[in-house]
């Protein structure tokens, strides 16, 4: 494995390996997907540290994204400036924490934020509402609706004020079986 | 800096690639492995080396994700890539490498501030045991010889893993009907295609143990008396009607008892032909117990702990249930409709749980319904009872006079009543007003008596036949003895000798028995096809045909058909699982008397699994009210088992008490089935088992072993009911700890507040 690529430097890259989950030739790869999204946009040398962001409706055209019915706010969570418009800098970070190796408190530090459509760190029930119709594509009533929303709240809020805190929400994914195995994208 | 140092030499050599990917991959297999052992320890002890190491992130003042990304980088690549090879190595051997791996990684970390001769003599430690890693040193090539073996270990595990399950199966048709119409149906699939792997094992002892052995090894058709059609039925033996009713040439093949010959040794290899025959048609009930208790020992397990049933069924189902990893559109549309079905299940749980009740309405109404259920089994016992009195009748009557309908009417009233009174009692129950998953346990219940009284009345027909043909049967042999005793006595007469040879006669031309054990081979034979023409035939036109009509005939229809009378049908979950159970109840009955019975259910099974999936998606729709299927499938095991049991009673019975025909199948000529157990006990083994037997059968010794085995019950039911109450003590304790915490914690923050 010679130093014979050109588009990071050998700190950027160490700097990567470190922030990140992913080996060195992934992030090579990664960096070929961020490109393929917009050719023109993104330069083949990142030497410089450009100040490049691919949009929102690049981003979630890609294959591993595309059927997922929260994309919008997965990649808008890891866009810095909240409307989904992605540097490679958060685009590796996303893959690196959706990744398999990523650990599970990382994991639901970051589902409750995408979670949290009005991002005012609680989890309240016009989040879960809109949570809900979007998983089941709109095929539950609207009592159907309400009446799971109440149950999650009953079910999981702790501290009695009818919204999810972080901590609600720690809790209550801990004990979930499936959370890691399902909350997980292979890139 | 050491993990600068460690880095370096990782890019120095050649084969970087191939050691990052095991790194990963003993990675993954850790987190596979501590996923699959619920070995609740490993993962507090992960979470617990985690925790700690997120705690030091947190006292930094820097965005939180980096900083933890960056320490647990750090914390691994500490351990250098030595450490990382020596976990994936250690779990390979044994679970206890996962905790010593782990501890290395903490002792790792905690080094920074330990003894510094400690720390020397460690360091010395690790350099000797990995040296060969570093490419240096004495242990190089043994170390990597071990490295290769293990990877190619992991390797062929991994492949062999997917290809035992890529072995299953029909796994997406399963799963396209559970997210058309919930996990309700699909247990009844995913039951039947267990069946069929449970058949598939019993058929192949049945082949390869007893029939393979008699076609290869043993005497060709015609040659005996036993395997040859009768002189009087030759002429009719190939047609259609007479193989239709298992006569003819069918009645004198491998399928059924009566063909078998009883040699005491076959062939070559000088198999024990009976003493094999015996053994498989024991060893089929043992081998179908001890599967039926495992699985339901399985299941028990799963369903009961880890998971609450009620603590975030909602709150698990909105967060978790979407897999990330779908990338196809037409699975995420299977999953959107499986998300959605469950939910609606959930949804109906919940709303059951609401309701309140007239309890004392509710009560009449139901010991109304019990009333009526039980004037209606009784109604179907009498019925079945004067069928078979009548058909006794009949058996004494020409068999050309019948016509078919009178021939076969046991078999057709059965099938008639299996067929009317599920849904009359679906009716009557539609009073009790049950949650849905407890009217269907109700309703298996009810149908489970229902076929339990026929089947017993049929058995106790069938063997009522079989005490007239032994009575014939004696008759017979007597005949036949003094035949034989006339012809020597001519011959000696004629030609003056001692030496007499065996009558010349044709094997066709024998006199013969009546043979009972091929007659109840070939009834049982009969009852599974009826049963099986029945099933297939009310679903093409109870289910098929009414779907054509309700969706064709809507167009010039008065009122709407889709959604008043008729209606699709929907899948009748209860009627078709006890179908399953009884009809294997029936094999386990029949496998005996016609082995070739085994095989003939393989292929029913086969083409019902598609038959059926090509049925549910076509012609059904789902239920109204969508429910989840109990978590255990123990109810229909449970069921099962106990069809086992009842149909174990019979053939025990016969083996025991009956005496076989005296000129066909394998225990032709002994006084009783298990005879030939004894015979090999005494001639083949050595003296001293005989002797062990003889002490083993002694009363004096079984009594205190059953005894013994009762008191085992005992302790470990006790100790299992102990069990469960330490586990539930620790749940709540647990939840006291959370309260406790949670509350000292709003304590502190009003102290922070009050400050």
Redesign the interface.
């Known amino acids: 494995?010679g130093n014979k690529q050109t588009t990071f430097t050998d700190e950027q890259l160490e700097a990567f390996?470190?922030?990140?989950?992913f080996?060195r030739?992934e992030i090579l790869r990664l960096h070929g997907r961020y490109r393929e999204l917009a050719p023109h946009l993104v330069p083949l040398d990142y030497t410089n540290g450009p100040d490049i962001r691919v949009p929102l409706a690049l981003i979630v055209t890609m294959?591993?994204l595309?059927?997922?019915?929260?994309r919008d706010r997965i990649v808008e969570t890891f866009s810095e400036d909240g409307e989904g418009n992605q540097s490679f800098n958060d685009f590796v970070?996303m893959f690196?924490?959706?990744c398999?190796?990523s650990?599970?408190?990382?994991k639901t530090?970051?589902?409750f934020k995408i979670?949290d459509y009005n991002r005012d760190n609680f989890i309240c029930k016009e989040d879960?509402h809109q949570?809900?119709v979007k998983?089941?594509?709109g095929?539950?009533s609207a009592e159907?609706v309400s009446?799971?929303c109440d149950?999650?709240i009953e079910?999981?809020d702790?501290?009695g004020d009818a919204k999810l805190s972080f901590s609600d929400f720690e809790?209550?994914?801990s004990?979930?079986?499936?959370?890691?195995?399902?909350?997980?994208?292979?890139i | 800096k050491p993990q600068r140092k460690a880095k370096k030499t990782s890019?120095d050599e050649e084969d970087?690639?191939e050691d990052?990917s095991p790194r990963?991959r003993g990675?993954?297999k850790k987190?596979r492995d501590s996923?699959e052992d619920e070995d609740d320890e490993d993962r507090s002890t992960k979470?617990g080396s985690?925790?700690s190491r997120?705690k030091k992130a947190k006292d930094e003042s820097e965005e939180?994700?980096?900083e933890?990304?960056?320490k647990?980088?750090?914390g691994r690549n500490g351990g250098g890539k030595g450490a990382s090879k020596k976990t994936k190595e250690e779990q390979n051997k044994d679970k206890k490498g996962k905790g010593n791996g782990k501890d290395k990684g903490k002792d790792k970390g905690k080094d920074k501030g330990g003894d510094k001769k400690k720390k020397g003599r460690e360091a010395q430690e690790f350099v000797e045991r990995f040296e060969g890693a570093l490419g240096k040193g004495k242990g190089r090539k043994w170390y990597a010889y071990k490295v290769m073996m293990t990877k190619k270990l992991i390797k062929f595990k991994r492949d062999f893993e997917n290809f035992k399950t890529a072995c299953i199966p029909w796994e997406r048709k399963i799963k396209e009907v559970e997210s058309h119409f919930g996990s309700s149906v699909a247990s009844y699939f995913i039951f039947l295609r267990w069946m069929y792997g449970l058949n598939l094992v019993l058929f192949g002892f049945m082949f390869g143990l007893v029939m393979l052995p008699e076609i290869l090894m043993g005497l060709p058709y015609g040659s005996i008396a036993r395997k040859t059609v009768p002189r009087a039925e030759q002429d009719t033996a190939m047609d259609f009607s007479v193989l239709f009713d298992f006569n003819g040439y069918c009645k004198y093949s491998f399928i059924f008892y009566g063909y078998y010959n009883n040699d005491r040794m076959v062939g070559v290899l000088k198999f024990r032909l009976p003493l094999s025959y015996l053994l498989v048609g024991v060893g089929i009930f043992g081998y179908s117990l001890m599967v039926v208790v495992r699985t339901m020992a399985r299941n028990s397990n799963e369903g009961g702990e880890?998971?609450e049933e009620g603590?975030?069924?909602?709150?698990?189902k909105?967060?978790?249930?979407?897999?990330?990893?779908?990338?196809?559109?037409e699975?995420?549309d299977n999953k959107?409709a499986s998300?959605?079905t469950s939910?609606?299940e959930?949804?109906v749980d919940?709303q059951e749980n609401q309701k309140d009740e007239n309890i004392h309405l509710r009560r009449f109404l139901r010991v109304l319904a019990n009333f009526m259920i039980l004037c209606s089994l009784g109604g179907s016992g009498f019925l079945i009872y004067y069928v078979v009195k009548r058909s006794q009748d009949f058996a004494e009557m020409d068999n050309k006079e019948l016509s078919w309908l009178e021939k076969n009417e046991v078999e057709f009233v059965m099938s008639l009543l299996g067929l009317v009174c599920p849904p009359l009692f679906e009716t009557i129950a539609e009073l009790e007003d049950y949650h849905p998953r407890i009217a269907l346990k109700w309703q298996l219940g009810r149908i489970f008596a229902l076929f339990l009284g026929n089947l017993y009345t049929f058995l106790f027909a069938l063997f009522d036949e079989v005490n007239a043909k032994l009575e014939k049967e004696k008759v017979i042999k007597n005949e036949t003895i003094w035949a034989l005793n006339e012809y020597y006595a001519n011959y000696s007469s004629f030609h003056n000798t001692t030496d007499i040879p065996p009558p010349n006669v044709h094997p066709a031309d024998v006199v013969r028995g009546p043979c009972w054990e091929t007659g109840v081979g070939i009834e049982f034979v009969k009852l599974i096809v009826s049963d099986m023409q029945v099933t297939y035939l009310t679903i093409l036109i109870g289910d098929f045909a009414r779907a054509v009509i309700v969706r064709f005939l809507n167009y010039c229809w008065c009122w709407d058909l889709e959604a008043g009378f008729p209606s699709y049908g929907e899948f009748d979950i209860s009627g078709n699982v006890l179908g399953l159970v009884f009809n294997q109840g029936m094999i386990w009955m029949g496998a005996f008397y016609a082995p070739g019975l085994v095989g003939l259910n393989v292929l029913r099974l086969l083409t019902s699994m598609y038959y059926q999936c090509w049925a549910v998606m076509s012609c059904n729709v789902p239920h109204e009210r969508v429910f989840k299927a109990s978590r255990s499938n123990n109810f229909y095991m449970g069921l099962l088992l106990l069809v086992l049991f009842l149909s174990l009673l019979p053939v025990v019975y016969t083996i025991m008490t009956l005496p076989p025909s005296f000129d066909c199948g394998p225990f032709s000529g002994q006084e009783k089935m298990y005879d030939v157990v004894m015979e090999t006990i005494e001639n083949d083994l050595p003296a001293f088992i005989g002797n062990i037997f003889t002490y083993a059968t002694n009363p004096g010794l079984i009594m205190p072993a059953v005894l013994l085995m009762i008191l085992a019950l005992y302790y470990l039911n006790t100790t299992s009911k102990g069990y469960q109450q330490a586990n539930l003590d620790l749940k709540r304790k647990m939840q006291m700890v959370?309260f406790i915490i949670?509350y000292s914690c709003f304590l502190l923050y009003v102290k922070v507040e009050l400050i």
């Open positions: 494995m390996q470190d922030c990140t989950f080996t030739k294959p591993e595309k059927e997922n019915p929260f970070d690196s924490v959706l398999e190796a650990p599970r408190e990382l530090i970051y589902a979670y879960l949570t809900l998983l089941t594509k095929e539950l159907e009446l799971v149950k999650v079910e999981a702790l501290d809790n209550m994914i004990k979930a079986p499936d959370f890691l195995s399902n909350f997980h994208i292979r | 890019d970087e690639d990052e990963k990675r993954k987190k996923d979470k985690k925790a997120k939180e994700s980096e933890d990304n960056k647990k980088k750090n880890g998971a603590e975030f069924t909602f709150s698990w909105m967060f978790t249930s979407w897999d990330y990893l779908i990338g196809n559109p699975t995420a959107y998300i959605t939910f609606k959930s949804i919940e959370s949670l």
